[in-house]
């Protein structure tokens, strides 16, 4: 196996088709990710632009509008009622997690195809109805696990199809970040179970080596035992400052831990019978990562290039929908999700593994 191939055109956008034209975006959601991530990444693309915003407030909605030089800026209840639908081809939708559903229905309503931030809903009988909404339409629901076009994941994926490190048996994930530090304001959404879903942890980061794991993989989760412990201030509405869990992916064993209450970092690593893949830093948005490879005496170390994820992300939503193919992924794939990130709440709850 020439393992150096595998880093020649590092950065190839492998899924690529090749798109014309300019899919118009509405933002719908302008908290900081929005703002600072979301619509810089769309501005860095080929093939999309941001074309309208929606905010809680009409000020900030055409405060933003006005300062980015946008069709327009508006309101949730003024999306919803199809205000300047005729602005935008597509939407991005990033509030809170218990609120996507009101939004992504209006969408389907309007005829526009929807990248949805992760996890898709707060709950899941919420994500269901969401994926039922896009049946029997012509748009497309996607939902915005931006490590699937991240270039380390899909070489990292490769190698393990390639059967690099023989069978996989076993994996290691971790996420974690100092949420208070980050966002010093204990009221936030993602402490909020009303928005956020059951808990903060596990749904906002953990999500992350659950899905990735997926990905990589290309194996769904069938059962999971969990444990979770809230004790610092700030996290008394959550059952899941810190949280762990043991995965079974149909036969390889995933250890998986998340907390919004540790240092930040973040890895992945896959164990096989013959070798094994680690890729660390991992998750975190244009940060520069490590890629080790072992197989017997082959011991091989990367730093991979500084990626901008949500410019891929964007990038290929754009590449698929004004294609008019299949996006991946899409709300079924989210949905299963949803499911597993239920289990790991009963699992931790009850104290008995659960079926997912």
Known sequence: MDIESYFDDFEDRDWQRGAEGTLRLAMVGLGWWTTDRAMPAVAETEHCETTVVVSGTKEKAEGVAEEEELAAGIT?????????????????ICTPNATHLENALAAAEMGKDVLCEKPMEGDVERAEEMVEAFEGVDVQLMVAYRMHTEPS?????????????????????????SL????????????????????TSVTD????????????????????????????EGFEDVPDER??????????????????NMYSTGHLKIIGSEGELTLEPCFGNRTAR??????????????????????????????????DDPV??????????????????????TGERQDI
């Not at 949280?243 to 919004?260: E, F, K, L, N, R």
């Open 243 to 260: 949280a762990t869990m043991t995965i079974d992916y149909d036969g390889v064993t995933a250890s998986i831990s998340a907390s919004q």
């Open 290 to 323: 490590t890629l080790e490879l072992r197989r017997n005496n082959i011991e091989t170390t990367t730093v991979t290039p500084q990626p901008n994820q949500m410019l891929e992300e964007f990038a290929y939503f754009a590449d698929r929908v004004l294609n």
């Open 76 to 92: 949730y209840e003024e999306f919803q009622n199809g205000e300047a639908s005729d602005a935008y081809d597509a939407v991005y």
């Open 153 to 177: 994941v899909r070489r990292m994926k490769e190698l393990v199809e390639e059967g690099f490190i023989g069978e996989p048996l076993a994996v290691h994930g971790h996420m974690s970040q």
């Open 328 to 349: 991946h992924p899409d709300g079924e794939h989210g949905l299963h999700d949803m499911r597993t990130l239920e289990a790991v709440y009963d699992a931790a709850e």
């Open 205 to 232: 980061l953990g999500i992350y080596p659950i899905n990735t794991t997926r990905f990589v993989l290309d194996t769904d989760p069938v059962s999971v035992t969990a444990q979770m412990v809230s004790e610092a």
């Open 180 to 199: 208070l530090e980050m966002i010093p304001n204990p009221d936030q959404w993602r402490l909020n179970p009303e928005l956020a879903g059951r808990g």
